[in-house]
């Protein structure tokens, strides 16, 4: 399937809004725009970046992102309707909502009469100009609508004439998107296939008349989208029918995230979209960034990522067994759905001790360092690597400690001190309200030891302080250094409070960021391992300004 | 849907087989007798144990269960054809799985002539011969045949007139059941849906001349299964595309366990067919008992279970917000696509700051706690909650943390211990590869202090031991407690190593189990707090058997 003959779909993102719902999951400001713009680096169309009305929090994202806009995307706010009994231009909620600046707002009304009648205790006719306000009064303040028909497949299922009613109102009104939203999760696919071609037939014969038809600047015609959770274990499969069945937007989260059991995956519906079903959804060179966005994604919101996701999981494309390696390796199609390759995803071999070599070589490039398969330092590195993985280490959100490793093996890691330990103590004292934490460090610089000790707010801060005033007088320059992000993960939880900890540590200077990484069964080890390559990488970008090594295989 | 009326679907569940070659799992004998057992109560009709002729541990497997045999299902034994040019009565393989003694074999066989040509290395003839003689072999011996038809979809796309061959000499030989899998799972429903119907409308027509018919002891004609994985993240719906097309037997495994992305999750699938689809898989008390199946799987093969796992995870009827929560309390129809009951689940009113009134009385009753909404307590609790929230606690996660703060609130709070304070001593001294952790406490029960201190793998395995070590003499149950999981989040990740820290512990006694959570900006506060709630909640449950108290409003 050619890119340029495909057909578009609009993919449209809500793993800031209605992925937020997810239980166990809740992100700073700073966390929401950094996932901003990784989609926007994927190119998704449309994200819904929250709901300025409700919460406090997403009227700040919209401010800043109207100070450093996104590149790709439109960036969506969302909103109820407004109330039963007020106006349009007097509702707070609707106020916030232009007050996010973005052009398109995304707004939802109910569908179903009963959560009309009992959830909103309003009648079936205001709900009705609620719809239409809303849509009208945005219209005239410039923005354009994307309609969120809610609960509508069990409206649907109950008072048809009623809630096609709904969606009439809103094409009136001017909404140039009705999404068709599955919100208790429970349809199956056929049900979707059916009742959205009936949605598809009866909006097409409507909006003949209508007369947004000829305003080019505009979707042609109210096209049908379509929103899915996954209660029935059949989210993505419900949307697939909906685009079967003529829907032209899917509304779904990275990763899956949302309530009870998620939303639609958009991890799993843009690959079967655009590889399987010939749609356009974003570039095959932002296809091929769709793993490394999964899992960005599930390290921003401290979510571990689940090996066996389908197409973005470590364990997607993973082969064991012998005839099955060798089968794969003849013929991937034998084994293989689509080619990891192009969502960026990799094969895996389990037990095989090729596997990663072009990852590491890769990598490796990436640092400006120039190796190549014959190399014996490269399988070297791919053994300290797999060795370390073994034990816990994770590289694909610590590069600087990565770097650190590859240019250990290389012989090019300059020591700009040698660590000889460290000591912390930490008590809560009988009738204080606070603890308190000291550390003590001993380190080497140029022969010379050092021990200082600090005290911090916890035992990682005052570790942390120890450590900057020993090297301090050495290298001036870390007082510039900022520990900016501190996140621990426990590995095997299971084991209980002797699990392992891995622990990443961003630091930055300036405009410069990296992140390094520890592990220990000891908490406080792990972290202190972060610590310490987290100012062994700082003061290597400063010394060393990347130079391009070039290693010979010879 | 009544009971009696419902057509019969047959669920094979792959769990101990399939299942198996999920990364990451991995169980012994005595585990695999468990499962079985577990599924057997379940009323699964068929269950694959294993593959005797590759596997020694399953030869166990099986020669156990001749002794002591299960009560509802059928025991099948799994294995392939035979090799190319052999004859079946030598095969070993064969003679293995005749020596599990089960009255079913399922014998898989190539469908697709790509992997005939290039996996078995053989002709297409001989793969025909290969699959007729096997069946017609184990026949003969007495046994009933499902066969399996590998890599069925991607072979009925490249060659549809071969593999509808190999199914052909698979009935001629006398199957009972043909399974179409999707061995790579790059079907989607509308593929399946359309290949099965014509599968389906094929074997009917060629089974009127079958010998077969008349037999009253068979199933009437070869009926038709279906094996899907989840690569696309579509098995359960590919499934059950495959069922409204004609399949009568489903092949899944226990929380969608399997190779890659797993296997279609039977834990999705028999409630969507018997409460939606209206066809009857095992009787509606064993449906009740689905939720406790999945959980008590995970535990024996000890991975974590899914909590946002369609039906049967702990999310999938959580409920946020103070409407909705009043809303579903009202009407449950309105947020929940079937009644959680039904499969063994409870709803779950989540705490969280979107938090009303309603969610805190909601609360309360589950702990057996009258409340209503004129008591002060009530107003009370509800600010000590968004206080604590503020802070950085969450109770989302953390109910046993939340009934011990609203029992405080109403004065029925019973003090085991005072806790007095703790110190913790961690280093890493030079030339030692590994850290050392050492912690004291200090507590008083009964008015009497005890000071005690343990060591640990890390500070915090360390203040749980002391802990014990303290209370043990006083509260010998401590000892059956256990720390089974351990979780840490980094509040204001940005506030780099000086962050606020939560912790969240898991405690098991026995079958039950209860979490609790610490905020500090010191890790090991955070941890402290949440391991002594975690000691007090147990003591707590193991004194107090949920007193159901009655707190008037006056």
Known sequence: MTENSSPQMWIYDTTLRDGMQCEGLSVSIEDKLRIARSLDRLGIPFIEGGWPGANPKDVQFFLHLQEEPLQNSEIVAFCST??????????????AILGAGTRWVTIFGKSWD??????????????????????????????????????WFDGYKHNPDYALQTLEVAITAGAEWLVLCDTNGGSLPHEVSQIVSSVVSHVSSLTNQEPWTNDKSRFPIPQIGIHTHNDSDTAVANALAAVMAGARMVQGTINGYGERCGNANLCSIIPNLQLKLGYKCIENSQLSELTQTSRFISEVVNLAPDEHA????????????????????RNPLTYEHIQPEQIGNCRRIVISEHSGVSNVLAKARSFGIELDKQNP????????????????????????SF??????????????????????????????????ALATVKVAVNGKDIIEAAEGNGP????????????????????????????????????GSSAKTRVLVESRSGQQRWTTV?????????????????LEYGLFLHFCAIPVLNVSSS
Request: proline content about 2%; charged content about 25%.
């Open 82 to 95: 407004r109330r039963p009994k007020t106006e349009a231009s007097t509702e707070p909620m609707l106020q």
């Open 518 to 534: 520890g592990v220990s069964t000891n908490i406080l080890e792990a972290s202190y391992h972060a610590v310490v390559e987290g």
């Open 114 to 151: 009963l959560h009309v009648i009992e959830s909103l205790k309003t009648t079936l006719v205001e709900n009705l100009a609620m719809i239409q306000d809303t849509i009208e009064y945005l219209r005239i303040q410039g923005r354009r609508i994307v309609y969120d028909a809610e609960h």
């Open 310 to 329: 389908p197409f973005v999981g470590r364990s997607a494309f993973a082969h064991k067994g012998g005839i099955h390696v060798s089968a794969v390796e």
């Open 377 to 400: 330092k490269t399988a070297q590195i791919l053994q300290r690597l797999k060795t370390l993985e073994s034990e816990g280490y994770q590289f694909e959100a610590a590069e600087a």
């Open 460 to 495: 990682v801060g005052a570790l942390d302080a120890a450590l900057r005033k020993a090297l301090v007088n050495f290298y001036p320059q870390i007082a510039l250094f900022e520990l900016t992000e501190y996140k621990v993960r426990i590995l095997d939880g299971h084991a």
């Open 403 to 436: 770097e650190l490793l590859m240019r250990s093996a290389l012989g090019s890691r300059q020591q700009f001190f040698e660590i000889k330990g460290f000591q912390v103590h930490c008590d809560l004292v009988e009738g204080k309200e606070k603890s308190h």
